[in-house]
């Protein structure tokens, strides 16, 4: 029997939080029979988040006392909620206890409790996944309601950048384009570029730059944004390639609705689905990349976008701060470590100003244009820096 | 230092967004760096099982806690390119 099924990788069933819940309660129960004693429990976003209060109310008394727990919050949007069901259930049989403000209960509804809440107050140290984001949630509204948990834990929250997989990102050893590029042998993008036109049938035009979107169509990636930033770039003369999923119909409709009005359009291509392969060659062929987030924990597409020398525009949210630096405001790098385009504000004038700037060094400045993706195909976002910095954090829970 | 990660996904077996890559990737940087790290995983029925290798039950009757009662599970154990993962199972 199967408790954990569903089509789209766990997820979307009513019961998912008793599931998960489950699934915490399981994990450690694991742990203590099988008699492992690790030295961090690493446990992440809300279908974990009731590890750290298991741990520390329940099975540090059964022989689990040196273990220490780092949580990790990938998105706050989804936080997990439950009644006094789910403490009945797991055994913290103490219902006024968790169901005080300092512990489990929900700042906003006093009636639930809140796995992630849970998790922020137990662990021993907690993090997000970029500087930015980490600072983001603490003093803007991005953490939905955990701000002032986070503020009172602040002593023990980080933010800690994702690192990219070279393995399988690096255009130097890609298998899924045409020909393989690197620093040294840039000028070998331009093939690929060919290809992913010949691939999706747009005109090949030595003149016209390719932007490119890949990512899921929804609120959080900014999708009225990328629809703006499809008509700016085909009205500023370049061409458009657009790979992502919708998961609302109503989106959906409407992008299915773009792409038979575009159909004709030599100078835009809208794949909608997910397509691993594609995706590679996208990165590979385009000259630019927009990442239009309303908010952002990390984000994936810019780095790999960095390291296929493909330039980011990108909307100055969480990670994206910390891994793109505007070519010409950035106040915080040397010229020849900036890597991209930044804008601020969610709306089509702030993304025009960006994709302008972009657009005009490419067809004034072609020589220009490709320093900044060269000094972009440099910058190391792979797992070296954050692997270094997890370690160190975990020792020094460890010694807590 | 001995490193449990416990999650819902992990790529490429279960994987919905980035948390996936993260874990796996994350694993695999900590063992580069010469750490011995476990996962710990929910058995999915759509998971990918051609990418596990050598799955075979790793804890026979496992009895947990659950409404004053106790759940039966089995948890299962594979290698994930590399990573070594238990998969539990409640019955």
Same mark, same amino acid.
């Given at each position: 029997?199967?408790?954990?099924?569903?089509?789209?990788?766990?997820? %979307?069933?009513?019961?998912?939080n008793?599931?998960f819940a489950?699934f915490s309660k399981?994990a450690l129960?694991?742990?203590?029979?099988?008699?492992?004693?690790?030295?961090i429990i690493h446990c992440h976003d809300w279908q974990t988040g009731l590890i750290p209060p298991l741990l520390f109310e329940i099975y540090k008394?059964?022989?689990? %006392?040196?273990q220490r727990v780092l949580y990790t919050i990938h998105n706050f949007k989804h936080q997990g909620f439950g009644?006094?069901?789910i403490l009945?259930?797991t055994?913290l049989?103490?219902?006024?206890?968790y169901?005080?403000?300092a512990r489990l209960r929900d700042n906003?509804?006093?009636?639930v409790i809140n796995f992630m809440k849970g998790g922020i107050v137990f662990a021993n140290y907690f993090n997000t996944v970029?500087?930015?984001?980490a600072?983001?949630a603490?003093?803007?509204?991005?953490s939905y309601g955990l701000g002032h948990t986070i503020?009172q834990h602040q002593?023990k929250f980080t933010g800690?950048?994702?690192? &990219?997989?070279?393995?399988?990102?690096?255009?130097?050893?890609?298998?899924?384009?045409?020909?393989?590029?690197?620093?040294?042998?840039?000028?070998?993008?331009?093939?690929?570029?060919?290809?992913?036109?010949?691939?999706?049938?747009?005109?090949?035009?030595?003149?016209?730059?390719?932007?490119?979107?890949?990512?899921?169509?929804?609120?959080?990636?900014?999708?009225?944004?990328?629809?703006?930033?499809?008509?700016?770039?085909?009205?500023?003369?370049?061409?458009?390639?657009?790979?992502?999923?919708?998961?609302?119909?109503? #989106?959906?409709? /409407?992008?299915?609705?773009?792409?038979?009005?575009?159909?004709?359009?030599?100078?835009?291509? #809208?794949?909608?689905?997910?397509?691993?392969?594609?995706?590679?060659?996208?990165?590979?062929?385009?000259?630019? #990349?927009?990442?239009?987030?309303?908010?952002?924990p990390?984000?994936?597409?810019?780095?790999?976008?960095?390291?296929? %020398?493909?330039?980011?525009?990108?909307?100055?949210?969480?990670?994206?701060?910390?891994?793109?630096?505007?070519?010409?405001?950035?106040?915080?790098?040397?010229?020849?470590?900036?890597?991209?385009?930044?804008?601020?504000?969610?709306?089509?004038?702030?993304?025009?100003?960006?994709?302008?700037?972009?657009?005009? &060094?490419?067809?004034?400045?072609?020589?220009?244009?490709?320093?900044?993706?060269?000094?972009?195909?440099?910058?190391?976002?792979? /797992?070296?820096?954050?692997?270094?910095?997890?370690?160190?954090l975990?020792?020094?829970i460890?010694?807590? | 230092?001995?490193?449990v990660q416990v999650a819902s996904?992990?790529?490429?077996?279960?994987?919905? %967004?980035?948390l996936?890559?993260?874990v796996?990737? &994350?694993?695999?940087? &900590?063992?580069?760096?010469?750490?011995?790290?476990?996962?710990i995983?929910?058995?999915?029925?759509?998971?990918?099982?051609?990418?596990?290798?050598?799955?075979?039950?790793?804890?026979?009757?496992?009895?947990?806690?659950?409404?004053?009662?106790?759940?039966?599970?089995?948890?299962?154990?594979?290698?994930?390119?590399?990573?070594?993962?238990?998969?539990?199972?409640?019955?």
């Amino acid at each position: 029997v199967f408790l954990y099924s569903t089509q789209l990788g766990g997820y %979307g069933c009513k019961d998912d939080n008793m599931r998960f819940a489950f699934f915490s309660k399981a994990a450690l129960e694991f742990l203590l029979r099988s008699n492992k004693r690790p030295d961090i429990i690493h446990c992440h976003d809300w279908q974990t988040g009731l590890i750290p209060p298991l741990l520390f109310e329940i099975y540090k008394y059964h022989g689990m %006392g040196n273990q220490r727990v780092l949580y990790t919050i990938h998105n706050f949007k989804h936080q997990g909620f439950g009644g006094a069901e789910i403490l009945w259930a797991t055994g913290l049989n103490n219902d006024p206890y968790y169901f005080s403000y300092a512990r489990l209960r929900d700042n906003f509804n006093p009636f639930v409790i809140n796995f992630m809440k849970g998790g922020i107050v137990f662990a021993n140290y907690f993090n997000t996944v970029s500087p930015h984001h980490a600072w983001e949630a603490h003093h803007t509204d991005v953490s939905y309601g955990l701000g002032h948990t986070i503020h009172q834990h602040q002593h023990k929250f980080t933010g800690i950048l994702n690192g &990219l997989d070279y393995n399988i990102w690096n255009p130097e050893v890609d298998k899924f384009i045409p020909a393989p590029y690197g620093v040294d042998s840039f000028s070998e993008k331009a093939r690929n570029k060919k290809a992913l036109r010949e691939r999706l049938w747009l005109r090949d035009e030595a003149e016209k730059p390719l932007i490119c979107y890949v990512g899921r169509l929804d609120d959080q990636k900014g999708v009225h944004l990328v629809h703006h930033a499809m008509y700016y770039a085909l009205a500023r003369g370049a061409q458009f390639v657009l790979l992502g999923s919708a998961t609302e119909s109503l #989106i959906n409709n /409407w992008f299915w609705h773009e792409k038979n009005h575009l159909n004709n359009n030599p100078d835009v291509h #809208i794949e909608l689905g997910f397509n691993e392969e594609l995706s590679h060659l996208i990165y590979a062929g385009a000259d630019m #990349i927009v990442v239009p987030s309303n908010f952002e924990p990390c984000g994936l597409t810019q780095v790999i976008g960095l390291k296929y %020398g493909t330039v980011p525009i990108v909307r100055g949210v969480g990670g994206l701060v910390n891994t793109v630096f505007d070519r010409d405001y950035d106040t915080y790098h040397q010229p020849e470590e900036r890597n991209g385009f930044v804008f601020f504000d969610p709306d089509n004038n702030a993304l025009e100003s960006a994709m302008s700037r972009a657009l005009e &060094l490419w067809y004034t400045q072609p020589e220009e244009f490709q320093k900044l993706a060269i000094q972009g195909m440099e910058c190391d976002y792979s /797992w070296n820096g954050p692997g270094e910095e997890y370690v160190a954090l975990y020792e020094m829970i460890r010694h807590k | 230092m001995y490193i449990v990660q416990v999650a819902s996904e992990c790529a490429p077996v279960i994987k919905a %967004g980035g948390l996936g890559d993260v874990v796996y990737g &994350l694993s695999r940087e &900590l063992e580069i760096r010469g750490h011995c790290v476990e996962l710990i995983l929910p058995m999915y029925d759509c998971m990918r099982y051609d990418q596990i290798w050598g799955l075979h039950e790793a804890y026979r009757d496992l009895w947990v806690p659950w409404y004053g009662g106790a759940i039966h599970c089995n948890v299962f154990c594979g290698w994930v390119h590399g990573r070594l993962c238990f998969f539990i199972q409640p019955n």
